[in-house]
């Protein structure tokens, strides 16, 4: 059963008023996080009434003078700027609330916020879990050693990026084929208040939905309305599992399986993490913006963008930790704090799109012709690669290592005239990548 807990509240007066107006609020559709949210507010507001400075025996003494002292109270609070604006907009909203429904003909006239007053909250880049913690939390044996249930939830929230109160919500067959027989997970988007169709595109989705389903018939005989029910505490599988049980889960198995960051570190991983690790995903594979905001469900596309942001920043450290070399095995310095270092990774931004190279970049700028004819790895001027592409000159290598053998073997001087150059840079360049790595 749901409940708001204004014990919380210490002023007798405020708290009836508070009561009055959450009632309100739920009579006219707001949610219960939000109201538990809104009584978080009031709750540092009457903290704030409480202390010795103050005096506020009704609504009468909300006057804007009280407010402004209120404003400077919460910036002083040793929290994160999304807590002190919700603090802030909170109670705007309250006061707002009680003039337009005329609750108090004694709130002062002046009892308000502007908008413009709540501090302002910087936008929040997604935090994706690291693809090397990724690597380990993916690792078959890890998943094997957690509850079924907790598996088919980790990969839900990998595979199709659902908020965590979402995958909790999903009804025991969740699942649906579309016209070309394909299967498409339809959940409920709680935030927005609204039915999604989400494609599956992973094989291993389906199969742990089908696992928890028969778990919870095995369970459940005569049936479920979750797919994942509460395992104590529930004869009737009324009752869905909660949040807290399941980060605890998380977090003892992050523990046992001893999975680390890259400092060696012990990983600390929370289930939204999945969420940011999906979209982060999406984006490095090239989906465009617009795809990832609706597969994503977001409200909209400035969301989206925080991820796009994000991997312009990871792209642009990689740009600049590697060690570029040129064909003759010369290194191709770069510092991006030098004034020209961002308009370095704009310039190989644009290269990549409309050069792309099995082997490495091209550094030419685009409106100048190539005469070398995409021979790259003989073009002195402008061709450069890293140790990313260590693996591709290798197998260069080899092959025309190959290539030489057979021409000598044929007599073909032509040919190994030919190649021999070709094999000394490629000699060149992988000795000095495999120096650098």
């Not at 807590?83 to 004694?106: E, H, I, M, Q």
């Not at 609204?194 to 494609?199: C, D, G, H, I, N």
């Not at 605890?248 to 400092?263: F, K, M, R, Y």
């Not at 596309?301 to 010369?330: H, I, M, P, V, W």
């Amino acid at each position: 059963m749901l409940s708001l807990r204004f014990n919380v509240i210490d002023q007798p007066w405020l708290r009836t008023a508070i009561k009055r107006w959450l009632k309100h609020r739920l009579a006219t559709g707001t949610k219960w996080n939000t109201a538990h949210a809104n009584l978080e507010s009031m709750r540092r507001f009457s903290e704030f009434l409480a202390s010795d400075e103050q005096v506020a025996r009704s609504m009468g003494d909300l006057d804007r003078n009280l407010l402004v002292d209120y404003l400077g109270w919460c910036a002083r609070l040793p929290v994160a700027s999304e807590t002190r604006s919700k603090a802030v907009g909170g109670v705007r909203l309250f006061c707002d609330d009680y003039r337009l429904n005329g609750w108090s003909p004694r709130l002062p006239a002046t009892a308000s916020i502007s908008r413009g007053e709540a501090p302002s909250v910087s936008e929040r880049l997604p935090r994706p879990v690291d693809e090397r913690v990724m690597r380990q939390i993916e690792d078959e044996e890890n998943l094997a050693r957690l509850p079924l249930s907790v598996v088919t939830i980790v990969v839900i929230g990998i595979r199709c990026g659902l908020r965590i109160g979402d995958v909790l919500s999903l009804p025991f067959d969740p699942m649906r084929r579309d016209s070309t027989g394909q299967h498409t997970l339809v959940y409920r988007n709680h935030k927005l208040d609204r039915e999604v169709a989400l494609p599956v595109v992973h094989e291993d989705v389906v199969d742990v939905i089908e696992r928890q389903q028969d778990a919870v018939r095995e369970r459940f005989p005569e049936g479920c309305r979750w797919l994942f029910p509460r395992l104590t505490g529930n004869p009737d599988g009324k009752r869905r599992v909660p949040y807290p049980t399941l980060r605890w889960q998380l977090n003892e198995w992050l523990e046992t399986c001893g999975i680390v960051d890259a400092s060696g570190a012990p990983a600390h991983v929370t289930f939204h993490q999945f969420r940011h690790t999906f979209g982060t995903r999406l984006i490095e594979s090239g989906a465009s913006e617009h795809l990832v905001q609706r597969l994503m469900d977001h409200r909209n596309a400035r969301t989206t963008r925080g991820y796009a942001e994000l991997s312009d920043q990871t792209k642009r450290k990689e740009f600049f930790k590697y060690t570029r070399f040129n064909n003759r095995g010369d290194s191709v310095l770069l510092n991006p704090e030098t004034p020209t270092g961002d308009a370095e990774w704009m310039k190989e931004q644009l290269n990549r799109a409309q050069v792309t190279l099995p082997n490495g970049y091209c550094t030419l700028p685009l409106t100048q012709p190539c005469e070398m004819r995409n021979a790259c790895i003989d073009c002195d001027s402008y061709f450069v690669t890293t140790v990313e592409f260590l693996s591709t000159h290798r197998k260069q290598r080899d092959e025309t290592a190959d290539l030489i053998e057979k021409a000598e073997a044929e007599g073909n001087r032509r040919l190994v005239e030919k190649n021999t150059p070709l094999l000394k840079r490629l000699d060149t360049i992988v000795e000095t990548l495999e120096s650098d790595v």
